[in-house]
């Protein structure tokens, strides 16, 4: 199974933030739209990602105020995939960089977000699948 069949299924809404604005405010966004990490995108540029461990580590355990911090200045990194890259691909790339979210990039644009849930329940499915045409084999 490939990225572009996850988003296919899940589908392909992404929500971000500017950089410029606070970490207080990403995280309105972030329980408005009920969601655990958000891409930081400029002028169609991806600039990085705030996820809630962020929040917790950069500004919460600091003693920060996430009124005063703005999302440029704990942002972290972005770690992102095409749409062609195949599950196990993924799971080793969270796996080896220790990230729950991969932004799907395609011609330099955002075009959607898998996360480690979305990798879990379409490997849940192919289990399921694979098991179900053995059963059927078995049975003949």
Known sequence: MTVSQILAKKGKEV??????ITVFEALGVMSEKNIGAILIIEDTVLKGILSERDYARKIALKAKSSKKTFVHEIM?????VKPSDNL??????????????????ENDVVIGIISISDVVKAIIEMQKETIKHLDSYISQ
């Open 15 to 20: 929500f971000s933030v500017l950089p410029t």
């Open 76 to 80: 972290e990194d972005v770690v992102t």
């Open 88 to 105: 196990d691909y993924c799971m080793e790339l969270m796996d080896a960089k220790r990230v729950r979210h991969l932004p799907v990039i």
